[in-house]
């Protein structure tokens, strides 16, 4: 759902308003009062948000995140960056992006290479799709073995042989 971000860290839309966690808020400010950029922002529903109940004493997950895609020039790249990281924000794929720019992201490897694909062109993971991996154990059982690997020998360029 596409909402108007304001100044004072509010967003809102026709059917509803909320505001920016306070610890994000000065950076969101900032970021909106920047020359030569500009914003989109969306909420993005949990799954299940709107089966959630509570008591007043539980707390529980967000049941909805807001996204802010940031376009502007190259000459912001560095600092924006930086600024944000500061922040303790990271910049992230963008979802639901319709502008055909080249996508630039500071917090990536290749955010300064030659070829990168037009934001329309990324592949979107959906917000539901998000799988969280609980057992870390499974992911390393393939690497678990009994059988007894022999030394290698000592390498032919080397001058000094390793003891074993």
């Known amino acids: 759902m596409s909402v108007a971000l304001a100044t004072d860290g509010t967003f809102a839309s026709s059917s509803i308003k909320g505001c920016v966690a306070e610890s994000h808020a000065k950076a969101v400010q900032e970021l909106l009062q920047l020359k030569d950029c500009s914003t989109q922002a969306f909420l993005n529903f949990a799954p299940g948000a709107n089966s959630r109940k509570r008591s007043q004493k539980q707390q529980i997950a967000p049941l909805a995140y807001l996204s802010i895609i940031i376009?502007?020039?190259?000459?912001?790249?560095?600092?924006?960056?930086?600024?944000?990281?500061?922040?303790?924000?990271?910049?992230?794929?963008?979802?639901?992006?319709?502008?055909?720019?080249?996508?630039?992201?500071?917090?990536?490897?290749?955010?300064?290479?030659?070829?990168?694909?037009?934001?329309?062109?990324?592949?979107?993971?959906?917000?539901?799709?998000?799988?969280v991996i609980y057992h870390r154990k499974e992911m390393l059982a393939g690497l678990d073995f009994?059988?007894?690997?022999?030394?290698?020998?000592?390498?032919?360029?080397?001058?000094?042989?390793?003891?074993?």
Do not use: I, W
């Open 71 to 131: 376009h502007g020039k190259m000459r912001l790249f560095d600092g924006l960056g930086d600024g944000l990281q500061e922040a303790k924000l990271y910049l992230q794929d963008p979802v639901g992006c319709d502008h055909g720019l080249k996508y630039r992201n500071p917090h990536r490897l290749d955010g300064l290479d030659d070829d990168v694909p037009l934001c329309t062109e990324l592949s979107y993971r959906e917000f539901s799709s998000t799988k």
């Open 146 to 164: 009994a059988e007894h690997l022999s030394e290698a020998s000592n390498p032919t360029a080397l001058a000094t042989m390793l003891k074993g």
